[in-house]
């Protein structure tokens, strides 16, 4: 389980869309995915799209090498690198193999509007060249997940359902979450200044946007 500082800056942030994070860690595919039941083609459609962000995501945490300001973030990021190229990309490669999807349909597929919509928060909190700014997406995109992956339910049986609920749960995969959500607390801008204020702004209407997004990701996947 995650902790956060009690009347600290994350709870709030979370607060602000809790409605659109509860309807995606409790969302349809979720339960589906737990049950075993997801239809390979729905399977097929999430998984093509969610993995044309992870050049981008990649990019995220090479911003975050670049912008951390300790050696001790900078060398976690870096580690967090090596690991999705060794185990997360090899799953895709799997996966799509098992519900015969081709190479040439997901290495450049016609984007979803929500999928696109993603990626332009990913790119433009790189661009921003802040690290509050890619933290705030990073939290998202890896607590949201832990929070239904970590969800007490059976197993399903097949390596193409439990493969993706083993990336978002586990020991590891909690402690990688736990330490974005501290570094957000502790760069999250304080100050009583008119340029904080502003900054607090801009990742609170970060946070509802790429909260939202991720809900809105979930229910693509049936269309």
């Known amino acids: 389980m995650i902790t956060v500082a009690t009347g600290g800056a994350v709870p709030e942030l979370r607060a602000s869309a809790e409605a659109e994070w509860t309807a995606a860690t409790h969302h349809r595919f979720v339960s589906e995915l737990f049950a075993g039941t997801v239809d390979d083609a729905v399977m097929a459609k999430y998984l093509v799209q969610d993995y044309q962000f992870f050049d981008d995501f990649l990019s995220m945490l090479g911003a975050s090498v670049a912008h951390a300001d300790t050696i001790t973030a900078k060398l976690r990021f870096a580690q967090q690198l090596g690991f999705l190229a060794a185990d997360e990309d090899s799953y895709f490669l799997r996966a799509f193999a098992e519900v015969g999807v081709e190479p040439a349909d997901y290495t ?16 433009e909190a790189v661009a921003a060249a802040s690290y ?41 995969f909690t402690g990688w979450v736990q330490f974005l959500v501290d570094e957000l607390e502790r760069v999250y801008p304080r100050g009583d200044d008119a340029a904080s204020a502003a900054a607090r702004q801009r990742l609170a209407d970060l946070w509802q946007r790429a909260v939202g997004l991720e809900r809105a990701f979930f229910d693509e996947a049936y269309r």
């Open 108 to 123: 450049d597929p016609q984007l979803t509007e929500v999928t696109a919509g993603f990626r332009d928060v990913m790119r």
């Open 132 to 172: 509050p700014d890619v933290l705030v997406v990073l939290v998202i995109a890896e607590w949201l997940y832990l929070e239904w992956g970590e969800q007490d339910r059976a197993m399903p049986s097949r390596d193409l359902h439990t493969g993706w609920i083993d990336l978002h749960r586990g020991e590891a």
